[in-house]
């Protein structure tokens, strides 16, 4: 899987990874992907409800070493 660009949100609490994420979206195209690394456990839910607001497809979710690891597709349009 291709990505367009990864953020790493690590040490930050809520609401600023999804703040982050937000912003990196911002900087792509549609159909662009957005690597998000992060360290808090909310950041599961929160990016879950995140994306079944706003239509960008959560395309894979994982834990490794204590990091919650996320891919993001932006939505076209």
């Given at each position: 899987?291709?990505?367009d660009l990864e953020i790493d949100t690590s040490g930050l609490q809520c609401?600023?990874?999804v703040l982050?994420?937000?912003q990196g979206l911002n900087?792509?195209?549609g159909g662009?992907?957005?690597r998000v690394i992060a360290t808090d456990p909310s950041t599961v839910k929160d990016f879950a409800n995140f994306s079944a607001q706003t239509g960008?497809?959560?395309l894979s979710s994982s834990q490794?070493?204590?990091r919650f690891l996320y891919?993001?597709?932006k939505k076209a349009g």
């Open positions: 899987m291709q990505v609401p600023i990874p982050r994420l937000k900087q792509l195209l662009q992907c957005l960008h497809r959560l490794e070493d204590g891919v993001f597709e």
